[in-house]
């Protein structure tokens, strides 16, 4: 568990190269404050633009999935993760874990819920983070105050305080695939064989059968 403190004294010179442009994140972060934080926080921010309380929950999540799941960061597919959101905390599972739509070894579910799940390949043996209700209460009734209590919190607070954390064994998602492409009979652009749709007798990519079938 990682407990960070904006006052902590940290030899940070080496690591702070970089942190003016990393923290411009509109809730007044200082330079000062931006150097006090691990170097793989810094560089999570400078990757994702901005600091903001929605990287800080997939930061925090991410590392105690990879603590309780014992691993590193995927070098391929053998580490996979399934995020219940599309929001910026989704940004930290993607540069910490290296779970990656381009790899294939990242996949969303629309559950709208902070919750990532991290599992190992072929076992499934995986480790379910959950966002607690109760990380979120008692803060401040306006946006910037209670965005800044809020980053202060996911910061500060010990690990179980924010989230739960159960072990558990998953049916895994296939593996990624590779798929020949085919050339769209209308724009002639390749697509991908299981993304081509047809109609009125010609093989299309998605865009130009919205717009055949829209002319319907």
């Known amino acids: 568990m990682r407990v960070f403190r904006k006052g902590r004294k940290r030899n940070m010179a080496s690591e702070g190269k970089g942190a003016a442009s990393a923290s411009q994140e509109g809730a007044s972060l200082t330079v000062k404050e931006a150097i006090s934080y691990p170097k793989d926080l810094q560089k999570l921010i400078a990757f994702h633009g901005h600091l903001c309380p929605g990287l800080l929950i997939g ?3 991410t590392l105690l999935g990879l603590k309780r799941l014992k691993v590193k960061a995927a070098q ?12 910026c905390s989704v940004d930290a599972v993607q540069f910490l874990a290296s779970c990656t739509f381009g790899k294939g070894n990242l996949f969303y579910r ?4 902070q919750v990532f799940t991290f599992a190992r390949r072929p076992s499934g043996e995986a480790v379910r983070v ?14 910037a105050a209670r965005r800044r209590k809020f ?3 996911l910061l500060s607070a010990k690990d179980t305080d924010l989230f ?14 590779v798929f020949p492409s085919l050339p769209c009979q209308a724009c002639k652009e390749p697509v991908m064989e299981t993304a081509a749709r047809m109609a009125h007798g010609k093989l299309l990519c998605q865009s130009c059968f919205e717009a055949r079938t829209s002319e319907d």
């Open 76 to 87: 391929d597919e053998e580490l996979i993760s399934i995020v219940e959101n599309k929001s």
């Open 59 to 61: 930061y925090r999540a």
């Open 164 to 177: 739960k954390a159960r072990g558990l064994t998953i049916i895994l998602p296939s593996p990624a695939q």
């Open 110 to 113: 629309p559950y709208g819920k």
């Open 130 to 143: 959950a966002l607690r209700a109760e990380a979120e209460e008692d803060l401040p009734a306006g946006r």
């Open 151 to 153: 980053t202060a919190r």
